[in-house]
């Protein structure tokens, strides 16, 4: 498990973050989505499509871990996408990720 993602059950919890392509992807475009995860086995056509909406909007963005590890971690099954709305948790996953 990526140490880095330790804090999503917390946000989950904490009704900081949306997960799912469709969720997120709304999450991105009106704005609430201060930080998404993207999986690594995720789609070539889903990272593409996630990537360019991340840049179109000027949203950070990562891509780790694995669908089902995203999943787990926030009590759900696989997912492929994880948008943090919470200013605050979105931070500190920023500066976890930017520290490695």
Sequence with gaps: MDKRLGMLGLAARAGALVSG???AEKAI???SAKFVIIAEDASDN???KFENK???YKVPYVICSV???LGHLIGKESRTVIAITDDNFAEQF???????
């Design 21 to 23: 392509g469709f969720m």
């Design 29 to 31: 475009a009106d704005g």
């Design 46 to 48: 889903t990272v593409k």
């Design 54 to 56: 991340c840049r179109f």
């Design 67 to 69: 669908m089902d590890e």
């Design 94 to 100: 920023i500066k976890r990720f930017e520290q490695q």
